[in-house]
């Protein structure tokens, strides 16, 4: 089946820096979703893509669809403690009926 | 602002039991999904549902579950006979027009 790969898989970073973090696949998405996850909750979607190459911002948060459609990049600026959690990566492919998710990125910031 | 809603937020169950989740998704949304995810790891897929009838399932979506949309509000997931390693949270999941899909908080399912 299709396979997300997120990296980094998880990582420590200070208040105040800028954090990224990719999604690639050998398979073409035609739609990529960025989700948080808090730990006993449910995914909460952030931003969602619609066409290669662009470019999309929610606040402190930006996410590009990659140009092959194989990739996406979550960028977060002036990380806060609230930031903490786990990113997921999540994509359509073919028909729209299902969306693949990615292995996540967990973050932890140090205040 | 619209959410979906899951109900209970823990089941405990014995295994052979069966039981039955339920959500509630956004009210104007047309198309429903199952998710799960055991602890520490990805959300798989389950099943998607539109116009009264499942458009896909994975793997995992084996004779032992089905899904209802018994009145016009609550979207159901059915596991028949339970196993361990049906222990998992379980994510309903709806989305309307665009391709946005919108999770509910999440039902912790555990068989004993």
């Known amino acids: 089946g299709q396979q997300l790969n997120q990296s980094p898989q998880s990582m420590f970073i200070q208040e105040g820096e800028d954090v990224s973090m990719n999604c690639t696949s050998s398979?073409?998405?035609?739609?990529w979703l960025w989700y948080k996850q808090d730990p006993g909750e449910g995914p909460v979607l952030l931003i969602a893509?619609?066409?290669?190459?662009e470019l999309t911002s929610n606040g402190r948060l930006t996410a590009q669809f990659g140009i092959t459609r194989k990739d996406s990049f979550l960028n977060i600026s002036a990380s806060i403690p609230s930031d903490v959690g786990i990113y997921f990566c999540?994509?359509?492919?073919?028909?729209?009926?299902?969306?693949?998710f990615g292995t996540g990125t967990k973050l932890q910031v140090i205040p | 602002e619209p959410e979906v809603t899951q109900t209970p937020s823990h089941q405990v169950t014995q295994m052979g039991q069966e039981v039955i989740l339920r959500c509630v998704p956004i009210?104007?949304?047309?198309?429903f999904y199952w998710y799960r995810q055991i602890l520490g790891q990805k959300v798989e897929f389950l099943v998607s549902?539109?116009?009264?009838?499942?458009?896909?399932k994975s793997e995992i979506f084996d004779d032992q579950f089905s899904v209802e949309r018994p009145d016009g509000s609550n979207f159901t997931l059915k596991i028949r006979s339970t196993k361990l390693e049906d222990s998992a949270m379980y994510f309903c999941?709806?989305?309307?027009?665009?391709?946005?899909?919108?999770f509910g908080p999440g039902t912790r399912l555990t068989v004993t």
């Open positions: 999941a709806s989305r309307g027009v665009n391709y946005e899909q919108y």
């Open positions: 398979s073409i998405f035609n739609t």
């Open positions: 893509l619609y066409k290669a190459g």
């Open positions: 999540a994509g359509y492919s073919g028909g729209y009926q299902k969306v693949t």
């Open positions: 009210s104007n949304h047309l198309y």
């Open positions: 549902f539109y116009n009264n009838e499942i458009s896909e």
